[in-house]
């Protein structure tokens, strides 16, 4: 008996399939149904399941004994292509064990015995049809669901985004919290920084020791588009060269004796992040030139492999040479200097931040007495014009020593002053002190002359070849230095 298939029509209701290879059994069943649920009708398991491809079938109610494929396989086979799909059997009281079996591997989900009572099928099928629904139900829900939730997903990502941009307009500022300044040679300093921070190019970190060149390109990687991918420093003039080269490279299998295996190099770590470059003024030639190759054709080799890995990382370098004069002497390649200087930050030294050194000071108080919980109260003001008057050649670094070893050296309760702060510090201050504005200018130079050699000769343990060195002149003439200004050495 064949069966005329039509198109899937999606708007209507779902169809109940009935498949047995007896015509009476099939003509009988479709009366049972007629208008209430639309009826398919197959006589053999293949033609049945091309009806299952071709419309949308709720209920699927199967005879168990027909010629080319029993009832509990065609049911197999609609449960693994059309799980939604229920599925009943008609069965006679002689296949209660193929039925047990089919119940039981969750082939057929309920069964009529032969020969049925037509109210009793027609209330069996109409329930699985309501079962078939509420499936079909649910997993529309739940695909709607999570759409919903994706589209939650994404308005949370963006809101997020929108917030951000919101507060930089706001505030027009980053999270720059840790660098401390507010002198006017600082504040045009943090304007390039947020630039640094804004675009993606190679940025040069320039200033003397301890200016806070690390804190900078921290700062510029971790307020950045990259922040969420790593930041991979390196010291240039830390390691020799070929340690140096491994470390950034990495090395094949083999490239030397101990390359027991592949390794990546830092480059291929910062993949996607920042790769700041320490000491870049210290770089050797050789590696220059590597360097150069990873900023133009922006990928890597591993030493002793010729194949070529792509990264995208952005640089960031600091120094406290003067890279053009470098160049001009020849121990700094003219291309990479233009590569590595295209956003330039310089650090002011301290001793040109005015007022800077007295929030520092209050800064680094608050975070040594916290992390020793040692409670102090603050700075005697001679100890505030001390800090205020010393030149600070160790810039802000140099400040925060200071300030840790006072909070060392105090007792709970104290206010700092001179006697906790460092001969360095003091020693200018008793120079200035020294010079009180009184007298000929000759007294006075002799004065301040007086203090300046007892200092060095303290510092030296009273060694005079390390004195005289230290001040720039000869040992026979800082001899007659001591004689005459009468210092006792
Ligand atoms: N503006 C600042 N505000 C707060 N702390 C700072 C600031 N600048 C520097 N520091 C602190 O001073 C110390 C030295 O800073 P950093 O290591 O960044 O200096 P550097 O320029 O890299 O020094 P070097 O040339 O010796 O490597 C750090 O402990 C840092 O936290
Ligand atoms: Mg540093």
Redesign the pocket.
């Known amino acids: 008996m064949s069966n005329s298939i039509s198109p899937p029509e999606p708007s209507a209701p779902p169809a109940v399939l009935i498949v047995d290879d007896e015509p009476n059994t099939l003509t009988l069943l479709k009366q049972l149904f007629g208008r209430e649920i639309p009826v398919r009708t197959a006589s053999t398991g293949p033609e049945a399941l091309r009806v299952l491809e071709a419309v949308e079938v709720g209920v699927i109610v199967a005879d168990q004994r027909m010629p080319d494929m029993s009832g509990t396989e065609l049911l197999g086979q609609v449960m693994q292509r059309h799980p939604d799909v229920v599925r009943i059997m008609l069965t006679a009281f002689a296949d209660i064990d193929t039925l047990t079996e089919a119940i039981n591997t969750g082939k057929v989900f309920q069964y009529v015995a032969k020969p049925w009572d037509n109210r009793d099928l027609a209330m069996t099928v109409r329930s699985a049809m309501e079962t078939y629904n509420l499936r079909r139900k649910n997993a529309q829900l739940l695909e709607q669901n999570t759409r919903l939730v994706e589209e939650l997903r994404q308005a949370n990502r963006e809101l997020e985004r929108e917030n951000i941009t919101l507060k930089r307009a706001v505030t027009g500022s980053y999270q720059l919290d840790?660098?401390?300044?507010v002198s006017p040679a600082?504040k045009k300093t943090l304007g390039v920084i947020e630039k640094a921070i804004e675009s993606d190019a190679t940025v040069l970190?320039h200033?003397?020791?301890?200016?806070?060149?690390?804190?900078?390109?921290r700062a510029v990687h971790y307020n950045s588009s990259r922040r969420d991918r790593k930041f991979v420093a390196q010291n240039c003039g830390s390691l020799p060269e070929a340690l140096l080269e491994t470390e950034l490279f990495g090395h094949a299998k083999g490239a030397f004796t101990s390359a027991d295996k592949d390794r990546r190099g830092l480059f291929e770590e910062a993949d996607g992040g920042t790769m700041f470059l320490?000491?870049i003024g210290d770089m050797p030639m050789t590696m220059q030139v590597k360097l150069l190759r990873v900023l133009e054709e922006g990928e890597v080799r591993r030493i002793g492999s010729n194949e070529p890995v792509r990264v995208d990382v952005r640089i960031l370098s600091?120094t406290?040479k003067n890279l053009r004069e470098e160049v001009e002497a020849g121990r700094f390649r003219r291309d990479l200097y233009y590569r590595l200087d295209v956003l330039r930050v310089h650090?002011p030294p301290l001793r040109e931040r005015d007022g800077?050194v007295m929030l520092?000071a209050k800064?680094?108080l608050d975070k040594y007495t916290a992390r020793s919980r040692k409670p102090l109260s603050g700075l005697t003001p001679a100890a505030i014009q001390a800090l205020t008057d010393h030149s600070f050649p160790g810039?802000?670094?140099e400040?925060?020593n200071e300030i840790e070893r006072a909070v060392a050296l105090a007792n709970p309760g104290d206010t700092v002053d001179v006697d906790l702060l460092s001969a360095e510090v003091v020693g200018d201050r008793k120079l200035a002190a020294a010079d009180n504005g009184n007298g000929s200018l000759r007294g006075r130079l002799r004065e301040v002359e007086r203090r300046l050699i007892t200092q060095e000769l303290i510092k030296n343990d009273g060694n005079r070849t390390h004195s005289a060195a230290k001040l720039g002149i000869s040992v026979r003439a800082l001899q007659k230095k001591i004689n005459l200004l009468e210092i006792k050495a």
């Open positions: 840790n660098i401390i300044g600082m970190i200033g003397e020791t301890g200016t806070g060149k690390e804190v900078v390109a320490d000491e600091a406290h650090l800077d520092l800064h680094f810039n802000v670094r400040l925060e």
